[in-house]
């Protein structure tokens, strides 16, 4: 029976995400690069991997390798092994996180201006016991951060919560789009405008690899009939305020944009209602069982937030 089991010593971690990495890419080299090792101590651990387990695992190729039947069997359990090591070690640290009442929340910066500050003023107030770690992530990067468990809740805007399975979103915050224009545009007098009188004007949008805002905004003018000129994309939420406020060109923002002072803009309220609600998003297993430190924290964000709606202001005259 011992005989058996020789491989239970032998048969290590490294070996097994080695193993994995190749299988997945089908090339020593590029999983290699993948796993930030050389090829060499690769391929030995690989190696090795066969000779404990007494079958050959890949079939070697010029230019790739290709899994054998024995490969194709290894590599199926190696995914639900690694995939339930991961959800293991992701529970363990999160019960560390849950004794130490520490948050850990991705964030983008335009959100204190929606009065995110006096939330965290809050929770400290009532709960000085809670450690809050803030990490500024665009949407995009906050829903790879929550995938991968290094952040505990993202925050981020409506548009950044459609099509985002597995990944789960609460409304926390609800307050529209608005436009914003610089004190010398045409349109700076106007209380509300039409959508559709947007079909003529220059957009400034942020760039879309950051977040999903300004798809959200083209499919909103494809509704009303018109694809927007799109003039220039912006990766800051400042940078996008200082191009309106120094050129012709338009801009839809949160309403709650307007609570800062902005020299040279106008907000002005849109006829159609464009939610750019704020947004908690979980990863599934904390939204199940969310850590107490987390749900006190969204509750307190719920309250505070909520308070006053969002006002809109225009620059000072000069």
């Given at each position: 029976m011992a005989q058996?089991?020789?491989?239970?010593?032998?048969?290590?971690?490294?070996?097994?995400?080695?193993?994995?990495?190749v299988a997945q890419h089908g090339h020593f080299s590029r999983a290699a690069e993948q796993l930030n090792v050389s090829k060499s101590p690769l391929s030995a651990q690989i190696k090795e991997l066969e000779t404990i387990l007494g079958v050959a695992l890949f079939e070697r190729h010029t230019r790739q390798v290709s899994l054998t039947p024995s490969g194709r069997l290894l590599q199926d359990e190696c995914t639900v092994l690694?995939?339930?090591?991961?959800?293991?070690?992701?529970?363990?640290?999160?019960?560390?996180?849950?004794?130490?009442?520490?948050i850990r929340i991705g964030l983008v910066s335009s959100i204190f201006w929606a009065g995110f500050g006096e939330v965290?003023?809050?929770?400290?107030?009532?709960?000085?016991?809670?450690?809050?770690?803030?990490?500024?992530?665009?949407?995009?990067?906050?829903?790879?951060?929550?995938?991968?468990?290094?952040?505990?809740?993202?925050?981020?805007?409506?548009?950044?919560?459609?099509n985002i399975h597995p990944l789960l979103a609460e409304r926390i915050y609800r307050e529209p789009m608005v436009l914003v224009v610089s004190d010398e545009h045409p349109l700076r007098d106007r209380k509300r405008v039409a959508l559709a009188e947007l079909a003529s004007e220059r957009f400034v949008l942020m760039n879309r690899t950051n977040s999903a805002s300004t798809d959200f905004i083209i499919n909103a003018c494809l509704v009303e009939g018109f694809y927007p000129q799109l003039n220039q994309e912006v990766i800051e939420p400042n940078t996008l305020m200082a191009v309106v406020a120094t050129s012709l060109q338009?801009?839809?923002?949160?309403?709650?944009?307007?609570?800062?002072k902005w020299p040279h803009v106008r907000f002005i309220r849109l006829e159609q209602a464009l939610p750019a609600d704020l947004c908690v998003l979980y990863a599934p297993p904390v939204a199940a069982q969310p850590a107490i430190a987390i749900r006190h924290f969204i509750d307190t964000m719920n309250e505070q937030m909520n308070l006053a709606p969002p006002s809109l202001s225009s620059s000072p005259e000069p």
């Open positions: 058996d089991h020789h491989w239970r010593d032998r048969v290590t971690l490294k070996m097994l995400r080695y193993f994995h990495a690694l995939d339930v090591l991961e959800s293991g070690l992701n529970k363990v640290m999160q019960a560390g996180r849950m004794e130490r009442n520490q965290i003023r809050q929770c400290h107030r009532r709960h000085p016991e809670y450690e809050i770690i803030f990490t500024e992530l665009s949407p995009e990067k906050q829903k790879q951060a929550l995938a991968s468990n290094e952040i505990d809740i993202g925050l981020a805007r409506f548009a950044d919560t459609i338009v801009a839809l923002v949160p309403a709650s944009y307007g609570r800062q």
